[in-house]
Nanobody, 122 residues
Framework: QLRLVESGGDLVQPGGSLRLSCAAS????????IGWFRQAPGKEREGVFC????????NYADSVKGRFAASRDSAKNTVYLRVNSLTPEDTAIYYC???????????????WGQGTQVTVSS
């Protein structure tokens, strides 16, 4: 069974940081571009950070520039999203997704996880 499972979401104070994880089973993440997306209540889903299969190419939303970064751990078949300097506007359910092809956040992704909740509040 092909699965993506996110974890690491939490309630944090403004200015805080988290590391979100996206673990794959049933397939090898190294072969896929990974996208991190988020959806806040009442808003459309937004692509925040997309990473190529070799890690050499990234695309990200302007709103997260300099604050979010993605990385891979091939041995664990896991991709991480480090989120820093969080603000209440970052509150959303965060999803990871995988696709074959370029790491374009506006492209269609084949595999999706169930999401992990990030809440930023004092």
């Amino acid at each position: 069974q092909l699965r993506l499972v996110e974890s690491g979401g939490d309630l944090v104070q403004p200015g805080g940081s988290l590391r979100l994880s996206c673990a794959a089973s049933g397939f090898t993440l190294d072969h896929y571009a990974i996208g991190w997306f988020r959806q806040a209540p009442g808003k459309e889903r937004e692509g925040v950070f997309c990473l190529s299969s070799d890690g050499g190419s990234t695309n990200y939303a302007d709103s997260v520039k300099g604050r979010f970064a993605a990385s891979r751990d091939s041995a664990k078949n896991t991709v991480y999203l480090r989120v820093n300097s969080l603000t209440p506007e970052d509150t959303a359910i965060y999803y990871c997704a995988a696709r074959l092809g370029p790491a374009m956040c506006n492209a269609e992704y084949k595999f999706w996880g169930q999401g992990t909740q990030v809440t930023v509040s004092s």
